[in-house]
């Protein structure tokens, strides 16, 4: 092996995994599927052309293949326990618990039979590969609940079976391979399981007692904050390693209980968690996929791609995983609901990760049994020429198969999990637009009443429980937390809008929240006040403020920023909801209204347009406008000047505080 060559294929597993990364971002697809095809590209497919292969992991790493996929595996799995807090788990309800504690064992007793009466995998193969099988990845299901608007205890149950299922999963496959180690070697059964059991503890224990220590250093001050992202790396690898050397695999274990411990001791540096997390485990799982796949040879595909494998995923998914949902779910859910639950189970990063490693030590252990069936060979005339016989016959076929699992369930139930919800009445389309806004002051709980009249779903949205108290009274929708937070990819319900507008008097907080939900909502729905001079538009920049391809589109106008608004609001300014009609169009609103801001137009259509630079109201017949302007009073009423108009249909829907809060 040398050094150059070593050093390229390093290169080229990165450029290979993020760029797959980045062009499934572009595209919106799944990243798992780009990743393990540029692996395939540049392995079996390069041999399969060329005759070797472009890149090829075991012969450029050698014995460190083992050793890499194993700290990548220990990532991951952290990364899947630091998501993990037992609040979170209490308000999953009892669906989830059912599913995990009663769901995921069936499935994996089920899932063994599958691969080795329909897979063809020998059992210790079988047991091994089903409790890998049992994980649904909750990188692959976050996206498809949004995708497909599915929320309520379905959406749920499914969002948090991925996140739980992620170590539960991995710790099957670690008893299932502990105990088929452990037999081979020829102990008693009963004190395998001991052993095991024992193992288990004391490496939770150890991951446990990490994690701890780890938390009371962070907040006592004895860490820079500059360390902490490489100490908490530094330290995976040491509980890791500590915990294997007293049985192997059970590194597994204390890593996820070092990130369960981490996720729940309510760490001041849980951000730089997060950075070691997006950062650091993101290039390892690319490169994990990357080096997976290219590590398949043209041989071992071609014997995966057969009926068996077919019939072996038509069980999988019709017969496997719909009788454990089914079963563990009995009496807890609806026959529409479990239909869907037993549908939805895509694999994800964990399955193949965790599948490969598994698979690489079974083959381990053939190779070491040949070895000694080598050693000990003798020729004699009926048997001259040595012939391994080979333990574990299905190890080889694991990687395969995890693969094929993860293209059939990221595929089908990308594309199909849409149409199912809305065929079983589950799906939570909005049957009118909604909108999240994001910072709770009377100017925003004002429009969001304005809104809210015009028959417009509102979710108001802030960290701070008091200023949310107008909100609460007013009926309206909220959400208590910090919407830029992880614990808000879970919590908040994003199926109830498809529109975020940013009104909180922080502008650099509003161009954030803008960058936050543009990818996934897209950029032209995301909206913010201007700056307060008005300097900065959609089509310049600022040079001392923040650029436009940072922040959201303007919302009603340049220089009307929170200051100018809620001055405004204080003056006596209301908001309306004005109906045009033919005889009442919008130029006559305008010259009635001439000093007063157009905030957004809701068509006949049902369509909601917030205007702004290039985005002047349309108006027609039909047409809602929610404007924000001055008052005027008639025979002593305060009145909105477009409702003495008998051909508007008008109304106030906002009063003038009595006095400013701060």
């Known amino acids: 092996m040398h050094n150059d060559t070593l050093i390229l294929s390093v290169a080229l597993i990165g450029a290979l995994g993020l760029g797959a990364q980045w062009l499934a971002w572009r595209l919106k697809a799944p990243a798992i599927v780009l990743m393990a095809l540029a692996g395939l590209l540049v392995g079996p497919v390069w041999a399969l052309v060329f005759g070797d292969p472009l890149l090829d992991p075991k012969h450029e790493f050698g014995d460190l293949l083992s050793p890499i996929i194993s700290l990548s595996v220990a990532v991951i799995l952290f990364e899947g326990g630091l998501v993990l807090k037992w609040r979170d788990l209490r308000e999953a309800g009892p669906v989830v618990g059912r599913l995990v504690f009663a769901g995921a064992p069936l499935a994996w007793l089920l899932g063994a039979l599958a691969c080795h009466f329909v897979g063809g995998l020998d059992w210790a193969s079988s047991a091994v590969f089903a409790g890998v099988l049992v994980v649904t990845g909750p990188t692959v299901i976050m996206p498809l609940l949004r995708q497909s608007k599915l929320g309520g205890k379905t959406g749920s149950a499914l969002r948090w079976e991925g996140i739980v299922n992620d170590p539960v999963g991995a710790l099957f496959a670690v008893a299932a391979f502990e105990a088929v180690r452990v037999i081979l070697e020829g102990e008693n059964l009963l004190t395998t399981a001991g052993w095991i059991l024992f193992a288990a503890t004391v490496g939770a224990l150890m991951g446990i007692a990490m994690g701890y220590g780890i938390a009371h250093a962070f907040r006592k001050g004895w860490t820079p904050e500059y360390l902490k992202a490489p100490i908490i790396f530094a330290s995976v690898i040491l509980v890791f390693a500590l915990a294997d050397m007293i049985e192997k695999e059970m590194g597994l274990v204390a890593v996820t209980a070092y990130g369960m411990t981490l996720a729940n001791s309510k760490l001041a540096g849980y951000n730089e968690m997060r950075r070691f997390k997006?950062?650091?485990?993101?290039?390892?799982?690319?490169?994990?996929?990357?080096?997976?796949?290219?590590?398949?040879?043209?041989?071992?595909?071609?014997a995966a791609v057969n009926w068996q494998t077919f019939a072996f995923l038509v069980v999988m998914l019709f017969v496997v995983r719909p009788l454990s949902v089914g079963i563990s779910t009995l009496g807890t859910v609806t026959r529409q609901e479990a239909t869907l639950l037993g549908w939805i189970a895509p694999r994800g990063i964990v399955a193949v990760a965790v599948s490969g490693f598994f698979a690489e030590r079974l083959m381990q252990l053939n190779a070491d049994a040949a070895a000694e069936q080598r050693a000990a060979f003798v020729p004699t005339p009926e048997n001259p020429v040595f012939v391994a016989s080979e333990m574990f016959?299905?190890?080889?076929?694991?990687?395969?198969?995890?693969?094929?699992?993860?293209?059939?369930?990221?595929?089908?139930?990308?594309?199909?999990?849409?149409?199912?919800?809305?065929?079983?009445?589950?799906s939570k389309k909005l049957d009118k637009?909604?909108?999240?806004?994001?910072?709770?002051?009377?100017?925003?709980?004002?429009?969001?009443?304005?809104?809210?009249?015009?028959?417009?779903?509102?979710?108001?949205?802030?960290?701070?429980?008091?200023?949310?108290?107008?909100?609460?009274?007013?009926?309206?929708?909220?959400?208590?937390?910090?919407?830029?937070?992880?614990?808000?990819?879970?919590?908040?319900?994003?199926?109830?809008?498809?529109?975020?507008?940013?009104?909180?008097?922080?502008?650099?907080?509003?161009?954030?929240?803008?960058?936050?939900?543009?990818?996934?909502?897209?950029?032209?729905?995301?909206?913010?006040?201007?700056?307060?001079?008005?300097?900065?538009?959609?089509?310049?920049?600022?040079?001392?403020?923040?650029?436009?391809?940072?922040?959201?589109?303007?919302?009603?106008?340049?220089?009307?920023?929170?200051?100018?608004?809620?001055?405004?609001?204080?003056?006596?300014?209301?908001?309306?909801?004005?109906?045009?009609?033919?005889?009442?169009?919008?130029?006559?609103?305008?010259?009635?209204?001439?000093?007063?801001?157009?905030?957004?137009?809701?068509?006949?259509?049902?369509?909601?347009?917030?205007l702004g630079p290039h985005r002047e109201p349309r108006g027609g017949d039909g047409t809602i406008m929610i404007g924000f302007g001055p008052a005027v009073k008639t025979n002593g009423d305060q009145k909105e000047a477009a409702g003495t108009r008998p051909e508007a249909v008008s109304e106030v829907v906002s009063e003038t505080p009595a006095t400013p809060k701060a």
């Open 278 to 302: 997006e950062n650091i485990a993101v290039l390892l799982i690319s490169g994990v996929f990357v080096i997976l796949t290219a590590n398949l040879t043209p041989e071992t595909i071609a």
């Open 393 to 426: 016959p299905g190890a080889d076929q694991i990687v395969p198969l995890a693969f094929a699992m993860v293209f059939a369930t990221v595929v089908l139930h990308g594309f199909s999990i849409g149409w199912v919800a809305r065929k079983l009445g589950l």
């Open 433 to 610: 637009p909604g909108v999240l806004i994001v910072g709770v002051n009377p100017w925003s709980t004002a429009l969001a009443r304005a809104l809210n009249k015009a028959g417009l779903g509102i979710v108001m949205a802030d960290a701070n429980w008091r200023r949310l108290r107008p909100a609460r009274e007013a009926g309206l929708e909220t959400f208590f937390g910090e919407v830029l937070s992880e614990d808000a990819e879970v919590r908040l319900d994003h199926t109830r809008f498809e529109t975020a507008l940013a009104l909180s008097a922080n502008e650099p907080y509003n161009a954030l929240v803008s960058s936050h939900f543009a990818p996934e909502l897209g950029r032209h729905k995301v909206f913010q006040l201007s700056t307060q001079d008005g300097s900065e538009g959609e089509e310049d920049d600022n040079p001392r403020g923040i650029g436009s391809g940072a922040r959201g589109r303007t919302l009603i106008r340049r220089g009307r920023g929170y200051d100018a608004l809620i001055r405004d609001l204080y003056r006596g300014w209301t908001f309306s909801q004005t109906k045009l009609t033919e005889k009442y169009t919008l130029q006559h609103l305008k010259n009635e209204r001439p000093d007063a801001d157009f905030i957004a137009e809701v068509r006949p259509t049902g369509e909601l347009v917030f």
